[in-house]
């Protein structure tokens, strides 16, 4: 007996991943074992798959047009086997969520079970990191991201929009003064992130026009959380995500300063999983529980 949505599975793996190595790992197996799957694949169909260099693996004509088909055949049979399991008990089986951990401690964990309650039937592994990880490589089924999307390969679903605010702590400000105007900033302590993505200056506006100042301090930090526990120690002035830095806010731990010149910019938040996934029911239960239950403070 052949089995070829095995194969079909393991070519997916594959494409998705870049190669045997990363296939085997999602898949549980071994690369010879998965280089043997695409060997006899390409025996039946009678072409060429993938093309093997020494460096690297890339689709051949033939490789693209059969994963397209391919992951649209699989998609139709999880979604017929997917429904009529819903339909009988609910969406089942192991959920792995990746974010960060300020998304994360802020945003899903308070919200998290309800969602547990409402779908006994997934177990839920919540991983939170502020290193960006693969979803091939850590095996996860969804990741919540933060800012611009950098990887094609995923679908995106869009959750919302984090705006950020300048704040610091009623310690810090009795200390050091609160800043009249962004200029000011140059004589204060401004915390900044250690991530080479990031730049040494932050926008404000002024009138009807939006100007980067560039800030200084003898602080950074690797991530938000480490930026926000060193703001609300009086530590210096941060520039952070309102979801992130909401109930500090409320609760009088950091204040905001300069709302005058908040030019009211942003970043997307997405939830992101893999494009050959076929949507499982216990991805889009998760998926649709966010699109419901979860508030961003504006």
Same mark, same amino acid.
């Not at 190595?21 to 694949?41: D, M, N, W």
């Not at 310690?171 to 993505?197: E, I, K, M, N, V």
């Given at each position: 007996?052949?089995?070829r949505?095995?194969?079909?599975?393991?070519?997916?793996a594959?494409?998705?991943?870049?190669?045997?190595?990363?296939?085997?790992?999602?898949?549980?197996?071994?690369?010879?074992?998965?280089?043997?799957?695409?060997?006899?694949?390409?025996?039946?169909?009678?072409?060429?798959?993938?093309? %093997?260099?020494?460096?690297?693996?890339?689709?051949?004509?033939?490789?693209?047009r059969?994963?397209?088909?391919?992951?649209?055949?699989?998609?139709?049979?999880?979604?017929?086997?997917?429904?009529?399991?819903?339909?009988?008990?609910?969406?089942?089986?192991?959920?792995r969520?990746?974010?960060?951990?300020?998304?994360?401690?802020?945003?899903?964990?308070?919200?998290?079970?309800?969602?547990?309650?409402?779908?006994?039937?997934?177990?839920?592994t919540?991983?939170?990191?502020?290193?960006?990880?693969?979803?091939?490589?850590?095996?996860?089924?969804?990741?919540?991201?933060?800012?611009?999307? %950098?990887?094609?390969?995923? %679908?995106?679903?869009?959750?919302?929009r984090?705006?950020?605010?300048?704040?610091?702590?009623?310690?810090?400000?009795?200390?050091?003064?609160?800043?009249?105007?962004?200029?000011?900033?140059?004589?204060?302590?401004?915390?900044?992130?250690?991530?080479?993505?990031?730049?040494?200056?932050?926008?404000?506006?002024?009138?009807?026009?939006?100007?980067?100042?560039?800030?200084?301090?003898?602080?950074?930090?690797?991530?938000?959380?480490?930026?926000?526990?060193?703001?609300?120690?009086?530590?210096?002035?941060?520039?952070?995500?309102?979801?992130?830095?909401a109930m500090?806010?409320?609760?009088? %731990?950091?204040?905001e300063?300069?709302?005058?010149h908040?030019?009211?910019?942003?970043?997307?938040?997405?939830?992101?999983?893999?494009?050959?996934?076929?949507?499982?029911?216990?991805?889009?239960?998760?998926?649709?529980?966010?699109?419901?239950?979860?508030?961003?403070?504006?």
């Amino acid at each position: 007996m052949d089995n070829r949505a095995g194969e079909m599975e393991t070519f997916l793996a594959v494409a998705d991943g870049g190669s045997f190595a990363s296939a085997a790992k999602a898949l549980r197996q071994t690369p010879s074992a998965i280089s043997r799957t695409i060997g006899r694949l390409e025996a039946r169909l009678g072409v060429l798959l993938i093309r %093997r260099t020494t460096r690297a693996l890339a689709l051949t004509a033939e490789g693209e047009r059969y994963r397209e088909r391919v992951a649209a055949l699989l998609a139709e049979l999880d979604a017929l086997e997917g429904g009529l399991a819903q339909e009988a008990e609910g969406p089942r089986g192991p959920l792995r969520v990746n974010a960060s951990v300020p998304f994360g401690t802020q945003c899903l964990l308070p919200i998290l079970p309800r969602f547990l309650d409402a779908c006994p039937g997934i177990e839920l592994t919540l991983s939170l990191s502020d290193t960006l990880v693969d979803l091939v490589e850590e095996r996860a089924d969804i990741a919540i991201r933060i800012g611009p999307l %950098r990887d094609t390969r995923l %679908r995106a679903k869009k959750l919302g929009r984090s705006a950020m605010a300048v704040v610091a702590s009623p310690t810090y400000l009795d200390t050091y003064g609160t800043p009249a105007s962004p200029a000011d900033l140059a004589h204060h302590r401004c915390l900044r992130f250690s991530f080479r993505r990031t730049v040494d200056s932050w926008p404000f506006r002024t009138g009807k026009t939006v100007v980067q100042r560039p800030v200084d301090g003898p602080f950074m930090g690797n991530s938000g959380e480490v930026v926000r526990l060193m703001a609300v120690a009086g530590g210096g002035i941060a520039r952070l995500g309102r979801f992130h830095i909401a109930m500090d806010l409320a609760a009088g %731990r950091l204040v905001e300063i300069l709302p005058d010149h908040n030019p009211g910019d942003g970043e997307d938040i997405h939830a992101l999983y893999a494009a050959h996934e076929r949507t499982a029911t216990r991805i889009r239960a998760f998926l649709d529980f966010l699109e419901a239950e979860l508030v961003l403070p504006e």
